[in-house]
């Protein structure tokens, strides 16, 4: 039986090791990513890589200490270096001991023969197709209900009564969703799990700020890389509303663009006419349609060196000027401290209160 690994983006590991396990493979689940992963990732990746990179070198090695032989990620389109992430970490980590192989998938509606070449590799229990796909339905469906815990967290948290109370029950029915299997389990769990979150004390006509969150799918995606910003603003009485979540990703990239997706890069359109790579357009388009939406401001999250993102951040500029919206940009390395960010959101949030209270004509655009 094969132990296999993957990348850790948030809560997203339930369902990919109950997919993993399904096909006959033997989990290495990763580890949450702290100081001793971006230690071990600062050491063996190159000096100028971007963050994600650095943090699933690190996270690989630690998968590979613990046995870990076989590591399945997604790869990447465009010119972005996340394409290559695949090879070079295959190349670090067999160079520091470790014969591991990596098996890189890409968007199956343009290889799809390859996509499919890929899943019989990790078919170790030799299911048919037909059982595969009904693996694969329920790995979907425990993915969405994370996904929808997740958003009720945004929108429960800045109106909480008793500050922590949202976070505290999360992390308890999470575990409901991870311990169910059967398709009908996982219905249930999850349904029971949104409930009871949404019984949370809260105050539904408590006034709050709404700000959208865009940026690389990595530091969005997984809280430890972006130092639990959602969190640190729901407490400041912010609901966020993030630009990417894996189910959304996942379907534009697998069959086709959603009518989301298309929407965001027709707002771009004037700004930037074609793909950059990452998730640079991306950025600029959900900007623009929370300016539309009549959103407080707009936080975009960027690895440090990742140049789609430093090219959506001039852009941005202008955005933020024409489209009357404050925009506050982080570009994240293995410098950045939680303290400078809670103090600089903590600013942030008071900027855009006052300009959302302030008289029309006194109303000042804020760029950081």
């Given amino acids: 039986m094969p132990k296999v690994t993957f990348p850790r983006m948030g809560e997203s590991y339930r369902a990919f090791r109950m997919l993993m396990n399904d096909l006959g493979n033997e989990v290495i689940i990763p580890p949450r990513p702290n100081k001793k992963t971006l230690d071990f990732g600062v050491r063996y990746s190159p000096e100028f890589a971007c963050l994600p990179l650095k943090i699933l070198t690190g996270t690989y090695v630690e998968t590979c200490m613990s046995g870990a032989e076989l590591i399945i990620t997604s790869g990447g389109s465009g010119p972005c270096r996340a394409g290559l992430y695949g090879q070079l970490h295959k190349k670090i980590l067999n160079s520091i001991g470790f014969p591991v ?20 590799r990790v078919n170790s229990s030799r299911l048919s197709y037909l059982a595969i796909w009904e693996c694969v339905k329920r790995g979907w469906e425990k993915l969405k209900y994370l996904d929808d815990l997740e958003k009720t967290t945004h929108a429960l948290r800045p109106r909480e009564l008793k500050k922590g109370s949202t976070t505290k029950v999360y992390r308890e029915v999470l575990e409901w969703i991870d311990g169910a299997y059967a398709m009908k389990e996982i219905h249930e769990a999850g349904k029971e799990a949104l409930n009871t979150l949404k019984l949370v004390p809260h105050d539904t006509r408590r006034a709050v700020l709404r700000v959208g969150i865009v940026g690389e799918i990595y530091v969005l995606l997984e809280p430890a890389s972006n130092l639990e910003i959602e969190e640190t603003l729901g407490n400041l009485g912010v609901e966020v509303h993030r630009s990417m979540f894996l189910t959304g ?7 086709k663009e959603t009518s989301g997706i298309l929407s965001v890069k027709e707002a771009a359109m004037p700004y930037i006419p074609l793909c950059i790579g990452g998730h640079g357009r ?87």
């Fill in 282 to 368: 991306e950025s600029v388009g959900h900007t623009i349609l929370y300016a539309r939406d009549g959103f407080d401001g707009v936080i975009q999250m960027a690895p440090f060196t990742c140049i789609p993102e430093i090219v959506a951040r001039t852009i941005l500029t202008r955005v933020s000027r024409e489209h009357n919206i404050p925009v506050l940009t982080f570009f994240l390395d293995e410098q950045t401290g939680k303290a400078g960010m809670s103090t600089r959101l903590e600013a942030f949030v008071d900027l855009i209160r006052r300009k959302k209270n302030a008289p029309v004509s006194d109303n000042r655009i804020i760029v950081g």
């Fill in 249 to 255: 990703w996942t379907r534009d990239n697998t069959v």
């Fill in 101 to 120: 192989d990596i098996i890189v998938f890409e968007a199956p509606k343009s290889h799809p023969i390859d996509f499919l070449r890929k899943v019989k």
